[in-house]
C-alpha cells in the first residue's frame, strides 16, 4: 500500500519543544531563547495542558522527542510531569535532546526514571576550536563525561551523537578525528547524525561570509563519515543519520514515512492525515513560548498557521521523504533513471526500488527534483 | 513681422557650461515665463532630462526683447546630441556660445564654434558662472580670442544663475546676429528643425520660414516626402504653445497638419504651398546614422510584444533609432537597435523600461562591420552573430572616428598612451594656450565604445573632453570570438575585438562567466574560441552537494518548500546545451560588461 493511501493509525509520534539555550550558537536561527528561563514552568504547563487537550488515549505515542533548543535544561520532574500528560504506548521511544554541559549521572538517571528511553547529544565536534568556531559552550571532556553518565544511566545502547560538518576552521582531519573520539567513545554510540553546517539568514555566521562553509569540502566530510560510521557498523537510514541495525530512531523515521505527530510547545510541527479523504494536515505553532503560553491558556491549541495536502501532492511528497531513506523510491518514481546521465551514479537498483548512493545522498535535492 | 526686429539664434555650449539656466534667465527676464511658474531648465521637459540634469532634446521658445522677436534654441551638449545642434543652426543667423569661466573651452565648445562659422553664424561668446570663485573670466576670454577669433573685449560675462549680464547679454544679441532675409511674396518655403509626436495631436513640427508665409488652413506639400497635408493649427511657442494666423520670413514656430508618423515630416523637410510650389527644396541635412549598437531584449519573454510596440512608439519621438527583431538561443527574442552613442542607447532603455513598464537586457554594445567575402560580395554586420565564417572572410572594415580631446597640457603623456593603447592614429596635436592642449586621433569607433570615455576621464581627473564625428572605414585585423558553454556557443556573448585584444577579452569573459554559472550536476567547460581555436578556458566544478540541514521540529513543510523552489528555478532556466543557465546570470554577465 502507497503512503499516501495508507489510513491513519499505526505508529504515532508527540514531538515536545524547548526553546531555552544557556547561550545562542552562532549558527542557530531556531526558536530558541537564553531569556526566558522565569517562562519555563509556565511553558512546561502550557505543554502538559495541550497535551491533555489534544492528544487521544485511544491513539496512544510510539515515540515522544524532546527537542529544542535545549530540553536538558528541563530537570527530570518537568520531564516526567509531561510525560504524564502524553497517553504512550507500551515500549514507546521517548528521547530528549541534550547538551552535554548540561547532564550528570542524577538527572539522566531521573530520565530514565519517569520513562525516557533515549538521548541525543548534540556533540557536533570533537575538536576545541572547532567548537569554539561554532560557538558552542562545551569542550569536548564534557562529552566524555555525559557519554559515560548515560551508560550508567542505562542509556549504554540508545543514545545518538550529533556532529556538524564544515564549521570554520574544521579541517577533514579535525572531522575524521570527531568521529574517530565519537566512535571511541564508551560506550560506544548506536546512532550518529551528521549535518551540513547552514547558513540561516539573520545569525551571527549568516553576517560572516568568511566562515561559510564550502560545500566541496562539506561532502568530503560527509563521504568519510558515511565510510567510517559504516565501518564501524552504523548504517546509514537516512541520509543525516546512521544507526547499529535495530537502533534507527522511530521518531525520526515517522518524519521521512509521512507519519502522523502532534507537536507541543511553540514552533512546534504536527502532521495528520483524514484517513476518509486522503488528506494531509501539516500545521505549526506559534513562535514565541509566550505566546503558546498565553494560547493554551487561553483554551487554544497554539497553532499558527496551516497547510493542506491533496492526496497527488501527498503522493509527490512521499516520494521526496522516501528518496531520502534507504527504503528508496519505486523504479517508475523516477522516470529519468537510465537515460538522464545527470542521475548516473546517484542511484543504484535495490529490488525494485531505486535507493540513493553515498554521492547520491549528498545531491538528494537535485535527484527529487527529477522525480516524476 | 518686420524682419529687422527678428533674431534667431542657438544656444551652444559644452556639457553642462549653463545653456539651459541660461535660457531659464532669459524666459524670466523677458517675461514669457511667470517668477511663480519658474522652475530650474525650464525647457528640459522630458523626466529623463530633469532626472539627469542634462537636456537631451533642443527646445525651441519666442520671446520679446525691447521691441525685438528672439527665437531662441536651447540645445543639448551631449556628443551623442550633436545632431540636434546641426539642425539647429540651420534655423539661425547667430548663436550664444556658452563657456563656463571655470573651465574654458572644452571639446564640445570648439566643434560648436566650429559648425557656426561653417554656416556662417554670428558668435556672441558669454563666460558664464562668474560668480564661481573657481571662475577665471580673463584668462579664458584670452583663449577663446586666440582659439576662436572672438575679440576679448566682446566676450560677455554672465551668470546665468544670478542673472548677472544676462541684460546685457540679450541686448548684444539684438545689437551683433543679423535679422533674418526672406521675402514674403515668394512661394512658401519652410524649413522643419524638429518633430515630435504628440499622442493628442499627433506630430508637432518646429517650422523656420525662409520665404513667403504660412497662414492657417492652408495646403502644404512636403517637398521630400511628397505628401501633401492641410494645416490643423499653427502657432508660437512663448514657451507655451500660443495658435497665431499666420508665420512670415524669418518667423519660427509650430506645425501641426494631421501627420500621424514623424517619418513624413523629417527634420530638414521643406514646406510649401501646394497650390503655389517653391520651385525648389531648401537644403535639408541627413539623418544622423545609428553608430551603436546592441540586441534588447526582455526579461519576460512574454513581453516581446509589448517591447514591439514601445519600440513603435519611442520612435515616433526619436527617429534616430533604429530597431530590427533578432533571435538569441541565450536570450529569446528581441531586437537589434541602433543608437546614436552610449548614452543615447542608456536614454533609450532607460525610457523603454520607465514609460513602457518594460525590464530589459541589454547586450554589450558594439558597432557596425563590413565584412568583405571572398566572392567580392559585401556583408553588414551589426551582431556579431552575423560574422559570415571565416574562410569565407576577405576582409573586415570598421568604423573610425576622428576624436578630439582638449585637455590640461600636464596630460598629454597618458593621453597620448590611451590613444595609442586604442589603435589610435595621431591625426594633430596643438597647444591651444600653454595651458590647453588640443590632440586629434582617428581612432576606431569600437574602442570608443568600450570604455574609453571612462578611461579618458580617469585619466585626467575629469579635466580632458572628447567631442568626435565619424570618420569613414579602415581595414582591420578583427576576429569574432564565441564563448562555449559545454560546447554549445552563447550567442549574446560573442563579439567582435581586435585579433591583438581577443586573448583577454576571452579570460576576462569566461573568468566572469565561471562565477556566474551555477555549479551542475557535471563540470561544465567555458571556453572563449576564435575560429574553432580555444584561447582561454575556465571550468565550473560539478556540484557535490546540495542540502544536509537538519530537520527541526518535524518541519517537514520547509523541506518540501525548498524543492519546490529548486523546481521552480529550474524552469526558469535557460538550457545552454545540457547546461542550465539562471536568466540572472545572463543579465550579470551583460551587465558587468557595461
Ligand atoms: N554657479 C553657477 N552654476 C551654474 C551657472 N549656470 C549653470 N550652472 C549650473 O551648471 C549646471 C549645468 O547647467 P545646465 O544649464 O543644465 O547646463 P547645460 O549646458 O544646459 O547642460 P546640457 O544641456 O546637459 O549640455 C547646473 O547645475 C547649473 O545649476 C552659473 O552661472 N553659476
Ligand atoms: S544549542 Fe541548539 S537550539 Fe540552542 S542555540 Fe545552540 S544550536 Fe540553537
Ligand atoms: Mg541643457
Known amino acids: ?372 | 513681422m518686420n524682419l529687422d526686429r527678428i533674431r534667431n539664434l542657438s544656444i551652444v555650449a559644452h556639457v553642462d557650461h549653463g545653456k539651459s539656466t541660461l535660457s531659464d534667465r532669459i524666459l524670466e527676464l523677458t517675461g514669457a515665463v511667470d517668477a511663480r511658474d519658474m522652475r530650474e531648465q525650464y525647457l528640459d521637459s522630458m523626466d529623463i532630462e530633469r532626472e539627469r540634469g542634462i537636456t537631451i532634446k533642443a527646445q525651441n521658445v519666442r520671446v520679446e526683447w525691447k521691441g525685438h522677436t528672439i527665437h531662441l534654441i536651447d540645445t543639448p551638449g551631449h556628443v551623442d546630441f550633436g545632431y540636434e545642434v546641426s539642425r539647429s543652426l540651420a534655423a539661425c543667423e547667430g548663436v550664444v556660445l556658452v563657456v563656463d569661466a571655470a573651465q574654458g573651452i572644452e571639446a564640445q565648445t570648439l566643434a560648436n564654434a566650429y559648425q557656426a562659422l561653417e554656416n556662417d553664424l554670428e558668435i556672441v561668446a558669454a563666460l558664464n558662472k562668474i560668480d564661481l570663485p573657481a571662475a577665471d573670466p580673463d584668462r579664458y576670454a584670452a583663449e577663446i580670442e586666440k582659439v576662436l577669433g572672438v575679440p576679448a573685449d566682446q566676450i560677455l560675462r554672465i551668470s546665468a544663475k544670478t542673472g548677472f549680464g544676462v541684460a546685457d547679454l540679450l541686448d548684444a544679441i539684438v545689437e551683433r546676429i543679423p535679422p533674418p532675409k526672406g521675402d514674403p511674396d515668394l512661394p512658401l518655403q519652410g524649413l522643419i528643425f524638429d518633430s515630435y509626436y504628440d499622442q493628442y495631436r499627433g506630430v508637432v513640427s518646429a517650422i523656420r520660414i525662409v520665404n513667403g508665409s504660412l497662414t492657417a488652413g492652408a495646403r502644404l506639400r512636403f517637398l521630400q516626402a511628397g505628401r501633401t497635408h492641410d494645416v490643423e493649427e499653427i502657432g508660437i511657442r512663448t514657451p507655451l504653445n500660443v495658435p497665431v494666423a499666420a508665420l512670415g520670413p524669418g518667423e519660427v514656430g509650430y506645425l501641426i497638419a494631421g501627420i500621424k508618423d514623424v517619418g513624413e515630416a523629417r527634420s530638414g523637410e521643406t514646406v510649401t504651398d501646394a497650390g503655389r510650389p517653391a520651385a525648389k527644396a531648401l537644403e535639408g541635412y541627413e539623418d544622423p546614422k545609428p553608430m551603436v549598437f546592441c540586441g534588447l531584449y526582455p526579461v519576460e519573454g512574454d513581453d516581446f510584444a509589448n517591447l514591439r510596440e514601445a519600440l513603435e512608439k519611442l520612435r515616433l519621438n526619436d527617429a534616430s533609432v533604429t530597431y530590427e527583431p533578432e533571435t538569441s538561443g541565450a536570450l529569446g527574442f528581441g531586437f537589434r537597435c541602433g543608437f546614436l552613442g552610449l548614452l543615447h542607447m542608456e536614454i533609450v532603455r532607460e525610457r523603454l523600461e520607465r514609460e513602457f513598464d518594460l525590464s530589459l537586457i541589454a547586450t554589450a554594445p558594439s558597432v557596425e562591420y563590413r565584412a568583405h567575402l571572398t566572392d567580392g560580395s559585401t556583408v553588414e554586420v551589426h551582431n556579431p552573430s552575423e560574422m559570415p565564417e571565416p574562410q569565407t572572410l576577405d576582409s573586415i572594415e570598421e568604423p573610425y572616428l576622428q576624436a578630439t580631446i582638449l585637455s590640461p597640457t600636464e596630460y598629454t603623456g597618458t593621453l597620448m598612451d590611451l590613444c595609442q593603447s586604442r589603435r589610435g592614429d595621431m591625426v594633430r596635436m596643438e597647444y591651444l594656450s600653454p595651458e590647453r592642449l588640443e590632440l586629434v586621433y582617428r581612432i576606431p569607433l569600437a574602442e570608443v565604445v568600450m570604455d574609453f570615455f571612462d578611461a579618458l576621464k580617469s585619466r585626467t581627473k575629469g579635466y580632458a573632453s572628447l567631442d568626435y564625428e565619424s570618420a569613414g572605414w579602415a581595414q582591420a585585423e578583427l576576429v569574432k570570438i564565441d564563448v562555449l558553454l559545454n560546447g554549445v556557443p552563447v550567442d549574446a556573448f560573442s563579439a567582435i575585438v581586435h585579433r591583438s585584444e581577443a586573448q583577454e577579452y576571452g579570460r576576462r569573459m569566461t573568468e566572469r562567466l565561471r562565477g556566474l554559472i551555477p555549479r551542475q550536476m557535471f563540470d561544465v567547460p567555458i571556453q572563449a574560441a576564435v575560429g574553432g581555436r580555444i584561447i582561454a578556458r575556465e571550468t565550473v566544478k560539478a556540484k557535490r552537494k546540495d542540502v544536509l540541514a537538519k530537520c527541526y521540529g518535524g518541519d517537514i513543510t520547509r523541506k518540501r518548500k525548498l524543492l519546490e523552489k529548486q523546481k521552480e528555478g529550474k524552469k526558469r532556466m535557460k538550457n545552454i546545451g545540457r547546461v542550465e543557465v539562471p536568466q540572472e546570470a545572463f543579465i550579470q554577465a551583460l551587465r558587468l560588461e557595461e
Not at chain 1, 522527542?65 to 528541563?74: A, D, K, M, Q, V
Not at chain 1, 557536533?124 to 561554532?134: A, I, K, P, R
Not at chain 1, 566512535?183 to 568568511?210: F, I, K, N
Not at chain 1, 546521465?341 to 553515498?358: I, P
Open chain 1, 1 to 372: 500500500m502507497s503512503p499516501a493511501s495508507r489510513p491513519a493509525g499505526g505508529d504515532f509520534g508527540v514531538y515536545v519543544h524547548v526553546p531555552f539555550c544557556t547561550r545562542r550558537c552562532d549558527y542557530c536561527a531556531f526558536a530558541t531563547w537564553t531569556d526566558r528561563f522565569h517562562l519555563v514552568d509556565a511553558y512546561v504547563e502550557a505543554c502538559v495542558v495541550a497535551a491533555r487537550r489534544r492528544l487521544d488515549p485511544a491513539r496512544p505515542a510510539t515515540s515522544v522527542f524532546f527537542g529544542g533548543g535545549t530540553p536538558s535544561l528541563l530537570a527530570p520532574g518537568a520531564v516526567g510531569r509531561i510525560l504524564a500528560a502524553v497517553p504512550a504506548a507500551a515500549g514507546a521511544e521517548i528521547t530528549v535532546e541534550c547538551n552535554p554541559e548540561s547532564v550528570d549521572r542524577d538527572k539522566l538517571r531521573g530520565y530514565r526514571d519517569v520513562g525516557v528511553t533515549r538521548l541525543s547529544f548534540g556533540v557536533q565536534s570533537m575538536v576545541d576550536h572547532v567548537l569554539v568556531s561554532l560557538g558552542r559552550d562545551h569542550a569536548p571532556d564534557s562529552v566524555l563525561r555525559a557519554v559515560e553518565a548515560a551508560g550508567d544511566a542505562g542509556f549504554a545502547d540508545s543514545y545518538n551523537v550529533d556532529l556538524i560538518m564544515g564549521a570554520a576552521g574544521e579541517s577533514v582531519d579535525d572531522f575524521a578525528s570527531s568521529l574517530d573520539q565519537v566512535l571511541g567513545l564508551d560506550p560506544a554510540p548506536a546512532h550518529v547524525s551528521a549535518y551540513g553546517l547552514t547558513v540561516e539568514p539573520g545569525t551571527p555566521l549568516a553576517a560572516a561570509p568568511g566562515r561559510h562553509p564550502d560545500p566541496d569540502d562539506q561532502a568530503d566530510k560527509y563521504l568519510l563519515a558515511d565510510q567510517r560510521l559504516a565501518a564501524a557498523g552504523l548504517e546509514w537510514y537516512e541520509i543525516s543519520n546512521w544507526a547499529r541495525p535495530g537502533s534507527s530512531c522511530r521518531h525520526n523515521l515517522l518524519y521521512w514515512s509521512q507519519g502522523e505527530y502532534e507537536g507541543l510547545g511553540c514552533a512546534a510541527h504536527s502532521h495528520s492525515v483524514d484517513p476518509r479523504t486522503g488528506r494531509a494536515r501539516r500545521w505549526w505553532n506559534v513562535r514565541t513560548p509566550e505566546r503558546y503560553v498565553k494560547l493554551v491558556g487561553q483554551g487554544g491549541s497554539g497553532e499558527s498557521a496551516a497547510e493542506v495536502l491533496e492526496p497527488p501532492a501527498r503522493l509527490q511528497e512521499a516520494m521526496e521523504l522516501a528518496l531520502r531513506t534507504r527504503a528508496g523510491v519505486p523504479q517508475g518514481a523516477l522516470p529519468g533513471w537510465g537515460t538522464d546521465e545527470s542521475l548516473d551514479g546517484l542511484v543504484e537498483l535495490h529490488g525494485d526500488h531505486l535507493v540513493l548512493t553515498s554521492r547520491g545522498r549528498l545531491l538528494a535535492n537535485e535527484v527529487a527534483v527529477r522525480l516524476a
